[in-house]
T-cell receptor, first 115, second 114 residues
Framework: DTEVTQTPKHLVMGMTNKKSLKCEQH?????MYWYKQKAKKPPELMFV???????INESVPSRFSPECPNSSLLNLHLHALQPEDSALYLC??????????????FGSGTQLSVL | QQQVKQSPQSLIVQKGGIPIINCAYE??????FPWYQQFPGKGPALLIA?????SEKKEGRFTISFNKSAKQFSLHIMDSQPGDSATYFC?????????????FGQGTELSVKP
């Protein structure tokens, strides 16, 4: 199984809502990532978890709150978002951060619209 | 220093043509150079990757050429097909670069006409 599964595929939320994005992988990977991608732009790194601990936070606003409950799951909790946060949110995983195999496996993403 | 510059922004070729996408980097600590392919509505998928100890790598119709002295690398797609129409991102990372954080180029939207 070389899949990274993200749910939901689409999400529309108001600026006062609280929602969560979910990501799951069963490849035994110990590094998991959240990326944000705007149309016609490259993915922008948001957070990296290594062995279920937050390793990198790219100065992301606190209205985005990541959580890694176990080695297979990654969540992104959303609260009080702004319309400019509308984007494709991608989850990815890799073997780990220290190996020489940096191959990232991406999910298909959650297309988020904030009204 | 952390940037990867990619060109062209968009590219249109006829079926069977050989599109070439170029990338350049500044940071000499980079030692891993992957290319990702992204179809609309999907996440990026690793296409092919190279390390600086080789100057060329082929996988099927896809070839990376790497010029370490010029700090440039490029993707060639042989016998391109309409199914290759996608956005292509080059990227770079280094072991010393925060555990392999990938720096992406800006992307090239490729269209292969039948």
């Amino acid at each position: 199984d070389t899949e990274v599964t993200q749910t939901p595929k689409h999400l529309v939320m108001g600026m006062t809502n609280k929602k969560s994005l979910k990501c799951e992988q069963h490849m035994g990977h110990r590094a998991m990532y959240w990326y944000k991608q705007k149309a016609k732009k490259p993915p922008e790194l948001m957070f990296v978890y290594s062995y279920e601990k937050l390793s990198i936070n790219e100065s992301v606003p606190s209205r985005f709150s990541p959580e890694c409950p176990n080695s297979s799951l990654l969540n992104l909790h959303l609260h009080a978002l702004q319309p400019e946060d509308s984007a494709l949110y991608l989850c990815a995983s890799s073997q780990d951060l220290s190996s020489r195999n940096e191959k990232l496996f991406f999910g298909s993403g959650t297309q988020l619209s904030v009204l | 220093q952390q940037q990867v510059k990619q060109s062209p922004q968009s590219l249109i070729v006829q079926k069977g043509g050989i599109p070439i996408i170029n990338c350049a980097y500044e940071n000499t600590a980079f030692d891993y150079f992957p290319w990702y392919q992204q179809f609309p509505g999907k996440g990026p998928a690793l296409l092919i990757a190279i390390r600086p100890d080789v100057s060329e790598k082929k996988e099927g119709r896809f070839t990376i050429s790497f010029n370490k002295s010029a700090k440039q690398f490029s993707l060639h797609i042989m016998d391109s097909q309409p199914g290759d129409s996608a956005t292509y991102f080059c990227a770079a990372s280094g072991v010393g670069n925060q555990g392999g954080k990938l720096i992406f180029g800006q992307g090239t939207e490729l269209s292969v006409k039948p």
